[in-house]
C-alpha cells in the first residue's frame, strides 16, 4: 500500500508546474518541494535518524532532513521518489505503515491547497486512519482522543464521545492537525478537535 500511495503521489508531481513545486504546502513553511523532500527523508537508517537529532540539537529533526535535500532540483526529488516507490530502512517501520501513513497524509498536504482533490482508495484510508488514531507519536492520537470518528463514506469506526462525521479524508486530516479540514466536518466532536488545535 505504501508503494502505490508513493506511485500515486509521483504521479502527481510529475505533472506539476515549476510554480506548483514552489507552492505552499499545508505544512507550516513548507512548499511543495520541501513535502517531497520530507517524504524521502525517512528512508534512511536509524543512526541517520539520531544524527539529524543531534545537528536539530533535540529540535526539528524533520527539518534537518529537509534541509539535507534543498539542493536538489525538483526533477532529482522526483527521480529519487520514483527510485524509492518501496519504502527502505526507517521507512519500513510497522510494516511500512508508517510510510503509508506519512505519505498519504502528506501526498494531501500537497493536493489541497494545489486544487487537485482525489479519492484515496478504500483500503489505504482504512489503515491509515487506525493507525492514526493509535501512534502515540503523531497529534492524531490526542486529538482524536475522547471523540467518536464516523465517516459518511467509509465503513470505518474508532472511539467514544461526541461524534465528528463527514468525508473520512476530511476527518483523516483533522485529527493529524490540518485545521482547514475542520470546516467540512460536522458534529459536536469538531469543536473539541478545534479547541485542542488552538
Not at 529533526?61 to 526529488?77: A, K, M, P
Not at 486529538?143 to 467518536?148: A, C, I, K, T
Amino acid at each position: 500500500m505504501a508503494t502505490a500511495e508513493r506511485t500515486d503521489f509521483a504521479d502527481l508531481l510529475a505533472d506539476l508546474t515549476p510554480e506548483e513545486w514552489e507552492a505552499a504546502s499545508l505544512c507550516e513553511g513548507w512548499r511543495v518541494r520541501d513535502v517531497v523532500a520530507h517524504v524521502m527523508s525517512f528512508d534512511v537508517t536509524l543512526l541517520t535518524m539520531f544524527r539529524r537529532a543531534v545537528r536539530a540539537r533535540f529540535g526539528d529533526v524533520n527539518q534537518v532532513g529537509v534541509d539535507e535535500l534543498g539542493s536538489l532540483s525538483t526533477d532529482e526529488l522526483l527521480d529519487r521518489l520514483r527510485a524509492r516507490l518501496r519504502p527502505r530502512l526507517l521507512a519500513t517501520t510497522f510494516g511500512g505503515r508508517l510510510a503509508l501513513l506519512d505519505v498519504t497524509v502528506h501526498h494531501q498536504d500537497v493536493r489541497r491547497p494545489l486544487g487537485r482533490p482525489r479519492q484515496i482508495p478504500g483500503d489505504r484510508l482504512r489503515v491509515v486512519l487506525a493507525d492514526a488514531v493509535r501512534s502515540p507519536e503523531l497529534p492524531g492520537w490526542r486529538l482524536g482522543w475522547g471523540v467518536r470518528l464516523v465517516p459518511t463514506d467509509l465503513d470505518w469506526r474508532h472511539g467514544r464521545g461526541p461524534e465528528i462525521t463527514g468525508p473520512a479524508e476530511s476527518i483523516l486530516m483533522g485529527i493529524t492537525g490540518r485545521a482547514s479540514a475542520l470546516g467540512e466536518l460536522d458534529g459536536p466532536g469538531v469543536a473539541v478537535v478545534a479547541g485542542r488545535l488552538r
